[in-house]
């Protein structure tokens, strides 16, 4: 079976917030801060429970998250090292016969900024966050993604840049999201910062009028 590899992205260092993030909605094995991790989208989704099974046996990684939709398939695995986590990746590459430029280039689909948040927003978004809170005055930064995988890449460099607080992030599906907040200073700086590294992300590009599984 053909197999699209739409995300495909190695993380250094997972950021504590993020990390714990992940852990929240694993249903595989937690990560802790430090780790590294490697995280890998395909379509179509039921391809992922072999490439799982490749990226363990391949090295010595653990996997958080496994999430395998009809049309797209989710696989984060991490480490203590940072070359088992490349490794990791690496093994999948090989079994897809593809190198990381087969992946997609991710394309920021919509880039929200809202100052001063008002209470009953924040309250809104808290009912159905898995992060931290959104507090009344807040500045808040919503991205929107393609392909979805590229919301952890996201979340790790914003926290990386300054300090904010996670407050939700969806990273599989037709998009992924991303919402932050925090001090409008810290969130302006973590927005710029964030779609700078996105775009100087490689791989290949989707056209805008591109018909999805």
Do not use: W
Request: net charge negative; aromatic share 6%.
């Amino acid at each position: 079976m053909a197999v699209d590899l739409r995300t495909y992205v190695f993380l250094d260092s997972l950021q504590l917030q993020n990390a714990s993030f992940i852990a929240t909605i694993s249903k595989g094995y937690y990560p802790i801060g430090m780790q590294a991790c490697c995280v890998i989208e395909i379509a179509p989704g039921i391809e992922i429970n072999r490439l799982t099974d490749v990226a363990l046996k391949a090295t010595n990684v653990t996997p958080g998250l496994q999430i395998v939709e009809r049309a797209y398939g989710l696989l984060e695995v991490h480490s203590d090292s940072q070359g088992d986590a490349r490794m990791a990746g690496e093994a999948v590459l090989r079994e897809l016969g593809m190198t990381e430029e087969s992946r997609l280039k991710p394309r920021v689909m919509t880039s929200q900024l809202i100052k001063n948040i008002s209470d009953h927003h924040a309250q809104l978004i808290n009912k159905v966050r898995h992060g931290n809170m959104v507090l009344r005055g807040d500045t808040l930064y919503v991205l929107e993604v393609e392909p979805a995988g590229y919301a952890y890449f996201a979340a790790n460099e914003a926290e990386k840049t300054s300090d904010i607080n996670i407050i939700e992030v969806v990273g599989f599906g037709a998009f992924g999201r991303v919402y932050i907040a925090g001090d409008e200073a810290e969130v302006i700086e973590a927005r710029k910062v964030v779609e700078a590294r996105l775009a100087g992300l490689g791989g290949r590009v989707l056209a805008a009028n591109a018909s999805r599984i």
